[in-house]
């Protein structure tokens, strides 16, 4: 027989189904406003079931198979996991603590053979899975993310290699079909190309053509000076050549459309992330179906790159017919959840909400080659799952209970650890004497 919880019942459930991994797998979720992410929409009053970790069937009346739990969500909003942006959670602890930080690649000696471009450098292999940062993360609702290295001095503008992962705590949470390269242009990498941005498109143009196969066989004995890649760094642009997924860090339209010929000429499979000006390029965007990922707070000129930056781009871009997702600027790693105002401030400039959940759940999936697997709620789909006590775009409302492949998640992290032990109210003590 089948057992009801109520939502105040998850985390004793959780902890129970811990121990049982096979029936950890299995759920059904009955009552909920279960936000698809699909052509569907939004189901009110649904039920969603969960066999082995897998999502076997969405609507309403479902019966719960013998043994399986039910969580009654009472109408509470139930979503896919989302989306936490371009991150370094688990490959940065603390960001100034340089010992904890493996997300970037940079030499001293910029004269070294080593300080040769290293398209082949890939942050993967450095994550680690049980850093706090990722379990923090996680209770937020925030289910998987994308690895992005970042820049240093002694690198360059192609910073490297990013995989998206889950962030499910395991070892093998690398989603491979999403490997991606990192490029930085405008003025945030200029610096890395002479000081300017036609330096860049020199360089680059230097590095396909010894990445392409008739290259010249005498390519391995060039000096520093002569060839940017490595023989290695060769092999790895040749395979992106191919029509590699290559990410775009750039604001300024005028660059976004240059990012985009460049990608169309070299064979790359574009992203774009930041946009602040690409409300300016939408239709071109939009015909060449180049998702953009943008940080909806940006709305003043920071910098020359953002002259044209304004709240509704998000709205401006869905409206074109561009995918549109989100990511931070600034410290995305340690503020990771507050990926969800992003959307929020979008969703009230004018972009329709179920646009603005898209673009942490599914619209990211898909510009990440994942979408057969996360991003929505629908039968065949891995079972990520965040129910929450209210809107999911509203700052005041939080995760009531994470699901990770069926599994509800202990709801438990160093911040929740560290709140029980000092903010304890028992025993009548004064404030100042509580443990």
């Not at 121990?19 to 189901?43: C, K, S, Y």
């Not at 911040?415 to 109210?425: A, C, G, I, S």
Request: glycine residues 12%; proline residues 6%; neutral net charge.
């Amino acid at each position: 027989m089948s057992r009801a919880v109520t939502l105040r019942g998850i985390a004793a459930l959780a902890a129970v189904l811990f121990a049982f991994p096979a029936a950890a797998q299995d759920v059904l979720i009955r009552g909920a406003r279960v936000h698809t992410a699909t052509a569907q929409g939004t189901l009110e009053n649904a039920d969603v079931l969960v066999r082995g970790g897998t999502i076997s069937a969405v609507g309403p009346g479902l019966a719960a198979p013998a043994g399986v739990p039910v969580v009654e969500a009472e109408g509470r909003p139930l979503t896919p996991g989302l989306f936490a942006g371009l991150t370094a959670l688990g490959l940065e602890e603390v960001s100034g603590e340089p010992d904890t930080v493996d997300n970037a690649l940079g030499f001293a000696d910029t004269h070294s053979v080593e300080a040769q471009w290293r398209p082949e450098f890939d942050v993967a292999p450095a994550y680690n899975p049980h850093s706090a940062p990722v379990a923090i993360s996680r209770v937020e609702g925030l289910t998987f993310t994308v690895l992005a290295p970042g820049i240093l001095p002694g690198g360059s503008f192609v910073s490297g290699q990013g995989v998206a992962v889950r962030l499910d705590g395991s070892f093998d949470a690398a989603l491979d079909p999403s490997r991606t390269l990192f490029i930085q242009l405008g003025s945030r990498g200029k610096g890395f190309a002479g000081g300017s941005r036609a330096g860049q498109y020199m360089l680059l143009e230097q590095a396909v053509r010894e990445a392409r196969p008739n290259a010249p066989a005498n390519l391995a004995a060039m000096a520093p000076s002569h060839g940017l890649l490595t023989p290695i760094g060769r092999e790895t642009l040749a395979r992106y050549l191919r029509g590699g997924r290559v990410l775009f860090y750039v604001d300024r339209a005028a660059d976004i459309r240059q990012a985009l010929l460049l990608a169309e000429r070299f064979g790359f499979q574009p992203v774009i992330a930041g946009g602040a000006e690409a409300w300016k390029v939408a239709d071109l965007l939009a015909a060449k179906r180049v998702p953009v990922l943008v940080d909806a707070l940006v709305n003043l000129p920071g910098n020359f790159d953002r002259l044209g930056a304004r709240l509704d781009n998000a709205a401006r871009l869905h409206a074109a017919g561009v995918p549109v997702g989100f990511t931070q600027s600034g410290d995305a790693t340690h503020n990771a959840r507050k990926i969800r105002q992003l959307a929020g401030v979008a969703a009230a400039n004018g972009l329709p909400w179920e646009a603005a959940l898209a673009g942490l759940t599914r619209v990211p999936a898909e510009a990440f080659g994942i979408a057969d697997g996360l991003g929505t709620i629908a039968v065949g789909q891995r079972a990520d799952l965040v129910l929450w006590s209210g809107d999911p775009l509203e700052v005041t409302t939080g995760a009531e209970q994470v699901w990770l492949g069926g599994r509800p998640d202990s709801m438990r992290s160093r911040q929740t650890q560290l709140r029980d032990r000092y903010l304890r109210e028992d025993g009548g003590w004064p404030r100042a004497y509580l443990k």
